[in-house]
């Protein structure tokens, strides 16, 4: 027994081993020695001094960088959204009606569609002579064109709406897989109690789901928080700080400015504060759900 | 549970072993001179016979493979006439070039001469990263380039970087548009505000808009308003002068003349090839983006000199070369950078690439005073004619690029959000000042 769990562990680990080679060396290699570069005015181009907590300090004085991170946490509002429209989309494509599989893929064109094209497509849909204001001003919503991506009151939600059609169909696809392990014979025993579809869903599909719903959400609030991509190649972060978001603001200290010491420090707060949101996404998913995690 | 303690205080001593690590020296302690940095002054006329071989690596921006021919013919006669030395030519995208040198700077194989814009070379120059040129040059050699542009990588009496090919921006004007508002494109607008003026008229009568610009802190010293202070210590631009431009350009906005957008360069080509503009501000590299986006309107396209602002100044937008502090040749590298950017050398190059050039006998060369009538030939000699004026807009700015991005967000702040000017200028000053004390 003892022995077999050996083998079988090291066989486990012989696995994981390749993936977890490269996650040590790009991933928690960086995290940990990020540590120690906070301490420090590091910047690749001159000597580097130890400036102690000054960096933490700084960082809570610095105006732009609580601002990016009211922005992130903004951002975070997407989370519940797109888990709710990619569990009903799964939901729909899960059903057999003609046609599905045609839906199911284009559905997840947006996931394999790299981001810089999604973006560039975006910012021509959205641009003032756009099709978007095209269509709203043919439709009467609006009266004048509007610059989205310009305009304070709209381009943080622009970029999360952005971020969600881009994420949903992944998320969908998560769901998909949980669906089809829900055996079917619960929901035949639940139509024999009585059950319509919403009480299919609120008391069958919905319990059974909460792993699924667990992981999604926590890599949800992850992907929210540390947006890059998206936010960097159509605003950079304006107009003024209206979208700026923590990742770009690190970046922008680290990679544009050479502060890595100082854009190390930011990115460890940033980390703790991840942290601190996935612990509380795991209470609030505590009890319940099929599968133990 | 005895593991996970274990675990704990292993990773805890990792971290301070590390921490240690960190601190207490990359190969870069304070008080070690960097080798190189205290190279005797070259005569920089006479080339200097290295002892033993070095081979000096040239970073350039985005000119391969389209000036092969002329930077392998110029390396060749280089190393000919330099026994000793090699010179291996590298060349990256421009977004690509501040990583690769960041990289190679850590893992202490630094280039030798390096191709940087003037903001990036200001910031990496006030971060004590870029060698000293005068302490290489002699005084002819400076004083062969315009002035302004020299001075723009000038800090604190040190020289960082030798000016390259530059560019200076022209008025390019949509005559059809210009035409159809009753404006004659034979006697284009002189200063800002006539500029300003014709923008409003082409809006009136045409609905197109005047023009649109990046909101940069150019916007300031176009109207004679200094960034920083005489000795480069604090902000200056937070003056009633400023409150009065940003309020301008605000109400300009609100009239549609200028675009209420903050238009990169690849935005500014859209509308004027839309002809959603009649007006473009920029350098003659405009004119190969509107032929291949929009030939019509190419052919309705002049180029006449740009109207300058309240400071009667044009700007210039330059390439220099830059020799790193960790250089293992500084001798050799001044050297050649200079020979790079000489008057015979930057005319060619001018030649080949449809450049200015930063030498001052350069402009001289018929190149630079005939035109043929073609819009590239117009706009080429409207803006060599200005470069004696020109100067660039960061002129000896520290932490160039961070400076930078604190007013281009503050202009974004009351332009495009509408926060109030007075409140936004006072907190970008104090952003400012906080970047000049911390250096960073």
């Known amino acids: 027994m003892y022995k077999g769990f050996r083998s079988e562990s090291f066989s486990a680990w012989a696995f994981m081993a390749p993936g977890l080679l490269f996650l040590a060396v790009f991933t928690f290699w960086p995290i940990i020695y990020g540590i120690p570069l906070s301490l420090t005015d590091y910047s690749v181009i001159t000597e580097t001094n130890v400036v102690g907590l000054d960096n933490f300090t700084r960082a809570f004085q610095d105006h732009n960088f609580l601002i990016s991170l009211w922005n992130s946490l903004v951002y975070v509002l997407i989370v519940p959204v797109i888990q709710i429209i990619s569990i009903l989309m799964a939901i729909l494509v899960n059903s057999r009606i003609p046609g599905v599989k045609m839906f199911r893929a284009a559905y997840y064109i947006p996931v394999v569609t790299s981001m810089v094209a999604v973006a560039l497509i975006w910012s021509w849909l959205l641009g003032n002579n756009g099709v978007v204001n095209y269509l709203l001003l043919k439709a009467g919503i609006i009266s004048e064109q509007v610059s989205w991506l310009s305009t304070n009151s709209t381009a943080l939600y622009v970029l999360m709406f952005i971020t969600m059609w881009k994420g949903l169909g992944y998320y969908m696809m998560l769901y998909l897989a949980g669906l089809q392990g829900i055996p079917a014979d619960l929901y035949e025993a639940a139509r024999v109690d009585g059950a319509g579809p919403l009480r299919l869903i609120v008391h069958v599909t919905l319990p059974l789901l909460r792993p699924h719903i667990l992981f999604c959400t926590l890599i949800s609030v992850m992907g929210a928080i540390r947006v890059f991509d998206e936010v960097y190649i159509l605003t950079k972060g304006g107009p003024g700080t209206s979208t700026l978001t923590s990742s770009v603001y690190i970046f922008q200290k680290g990679l544009e400015q050479f502060n890595f010491g100082y854009a190390s420090a930011l990115g460890l707060i940033v980390s703790v504060m991840v942290g601190a949101l996935s612990v509380l996404v795991f209470r609030l998913n505590r009890k319940g759900g099929v599968n133990s995690y | ?440």
């Open chain 2, 1 to 440: 549970m005895g593991t996970n303690r274990k675990g704990f205080t292993v990773s805890l001593l990792l971290t301070m072993s590390m921490l240690l690590a960190a601190c207490g020296g990359n190969g870069n302690t304070k008080g070690t001179p960097d080798a190189g940095s205290t190279g005797e002054p070259g005569t920089g006329a006479e080339a200097t016979a290295a002892a033993e071989p070095v081979k000096l690596e040239f970073w350039t921006i985005a000119l391969q493979p389209t000036f092969n021919d002329y930077f392998n013919n110029l390396i060749t006669q280089y190393e000919s006439s330099h026994p000793g030395v090699t010179v291996e030519w590298k060349d990256y995208p421009y977004d690509a070039i501040s990583q690769r040198l960041l990289t190679s700077t850590a893992s202490g194989k630094s280039p030798d001469v390096v191709n940087l814009n003037t903001e990036f070379a200001s910031q990496l120059g006030s971060k004590g990263a870029l060698l000293n040129l005068n302490e290489y040059l002699t005084d002819e050699q400076a004083k062969s380039y315009f002035e302004g542009i020299y001075n723009s990588t000038v800090l604190g009496g040190q020289a960082y970087a030798l000016p390259w090919y530059t560019g200076t921006e022209v008025l390019f004007m949509n005559k059809k548009l210009v035409e159809k508002a009753g404006l004659d494109p034979a006697s284009p607008p002189q200063t800002r505000e006539e500029l300003v003026e014709w923008a409003r008229q082409v809006h009136e009568k045409t609905g197109a808009a005047g023009y649109a610009q990046q909101l940069v802190s150019k916007l300031f010293p176009i109207d004679g308003i200094p960034i920083l202070n005489e000795d480069k210590t604090a902000a200056a631009f937070n003056t009633p002068e400023a409150e009065a431009m940003i309020a301008q350009m605000r109400d300009l906005m609100k009239e549609g003349v200028v675009l209420k957008e903050d238009a990169d360069f690849s935005k500014q080509i859209q509308y004027f090839s839309g002809e959603q503009v009649a007006f473009q501000l920029s350098g003659p590299t405009f004119i190969n983006f509107i032929k291949t986006s929009a030939p019509d309107v190419y052919k309705n396209t002049i180029a006449v000199p740009l109207p300058t602002g309240k400071a009667n100044l044009r700007l210039s937008n330059s390439m220099n070369l830059v020799v790193p502090q960790k250089s293992k040749n500084p001798q050799q590298a001044v050297e050649f950078a200079a020979f790079l950017t000489n008057a015979e050398n930057q005319t060619a190059f001018s030649k080949v690439a449809n450049t200015l050039p930063s030498s001052k006998a350069s402009i001289q060369d018929p190149f630079f005073t005939d035109s043929d009538g073609s819009l590239e030939a117009e706009a080429k000699v409207a803006s060599s004619q200005s470069l004696d004026k020109a100067t660039d807009y960061m002129v000896g700015v520290p932490s160039a690029a961070d400076i930078n991005s604190a007013l281009a967000r503050g202009l974004q702040e009351i332009l495009m959000n509408g926060v109030d000017i007075k409140e936004t200028l006072n907190k970008v000053e104090k952003e400012v000042n906080n970047i000049i004390s911390q250096g960073s």
